[in-house]
Every structure is written in C-alpha cells, then in structure tokens.
C-alpha cells in the first residue's frame, strides 16, 4: 500500500523549534525527489521545501531560509523537515510530498501526486 504517514507538528511558542517527520511505505525513497509544502488559512498551499537527493539540490522558500532544514533518509524510508526560530506566520498545515525524479527534473517542483495526512503547526504564544 503506497502511504506517507506524518508525525510531529503542534504547538509551540514564537523562536521555539519542531520537527516534523514522514514515513513512506511502498515506495523506495531513492527514485524520489521529497519535499514540504504548507496551507495556511486562507491561503493557497505553498512549497516550503524540495530535495532531489543530496543537500547540494535542496531548495527553500525564502521566508524559512536559514530557519528550516530539510532531510533524508533513504535506508529508512523517511523525511524530516526541522524547523526552529518558528514565527507566527509558519502557522499552517504541513505536508509531506514526493514525486518520481523524473517528473520533478521536468517540472522543477515535488508538488505531485502522493502527499501526507498533513499535520497542523501552531505558532502562538
């Protein structure tokens, strides 16, 4: 059964960190490029983060720069996005995605056709 299961998420105060964590079932990590993306109210869903397959192809929204690190591990089937000096507009619903490799070196983004649950992120004090 193809699945991306999330876990982590919740709230935290303004400058506090999480991690949000995903695992996928069904399908082999290395063939795909894996990112984050998030919703907030009222706004459209927005890539926050995509990986082709090492550090040096990684991209980032420029509003979590420096804030937010994406990860991978292969062997283990996950993806982590560690997040920390958090902001009241980070709060949204997370998503996890990935895409076949092929399909984002055509279109350039993981936005694609498996995605997580979502898990909701609250910053607030």
């Known amino acids: 059964q193809l699945r991306l299961v999330q876990s982590g998420g919740g709230l935290v105060q303004p400058g506090g960190s999480l991690t949000l964590s995903c695992t996928a079932s069904?399908?082999?990590?290395?063939?795909?490029?894996v990112g984050w993306f998030r919703q907030a109210p009222g706004k459209e869903r927005e890539e926050v983060s995509c990986?082709?397959?090492?550090?040096?192809?990684?991209k980032y929204v420029g509003a979590v720069k420096g804030r937010f690190t994406i990860s991978r591990d292969n062997a283990k089937n996950m993806v982590s996005l560690q997040m920390s000096d958090l902001k009241p507009e980070d709060t949204a619903v997370y998503y996890c995605?990935?895409?076949?490799?092929?399909?984002?070196?055509?279109?350039?983004?993981?936005?694609?056709?498996?995605w997580g649950q979502g898990t909701q992120v609250t910053v607030s004090s």
């Open positions: 069904g399908f082999n990590l290395n063939y795909y490029a």
């Open positions: 990986m082709m397959l090492t550090d040096s192809s990684t």
């Open positions: 995605v990935i895409r076949p490799l092929a399909d984002y070196l055509l279109k350039q983004t993981c936005y694609g056709d498996y």
